[in-house]
């Protein structure tokens, strides 16, 4: 931890923030600037709650990004996705807030976030954001979540 001072959370005790607004997402350097090359992360368990009847919602998150300067540390992006479990927000929202707080905090070249969320009244809903048109030359693989197709 020498080497990161300002990590408040990795290497140490952290609790679930109760709210996304509350959570915070740490970055550090990337070791490899100038470089174009893709990170993704998958949270196949995302959880939050239906904003009108306080129903869990589930889903299947995809974010990948280039980075540039900075890379977001991966516990701090954990606990900030736990977050969201007690907090209510459809679908578009949680998507959108969690692809703009991770592009916020890191700047990357390019960022994409995908919600593949399960059905809600027998209709699965999945929002995609990005921050614009992907570099040249960046290597960018099919975020490798299948179609919802329920029993069939």
Known sequence: MADYPHLTQLGQTAGLPDDPDKAVLEVVPNPHPGEVYSVRFVAPEFTSL?????????AHLVIDYAPDQSLVESKSLKLFLGSFRNHGAFHEACTVTIGKRVAQATKPIWLRIGGYWYPRGGIPIDVFWQTGAPPAGLWLPDQGVPPYRGRG
């Open 50 to 58: 239906c904003p009108i009847t306080g129903q869990p919602d589930f």
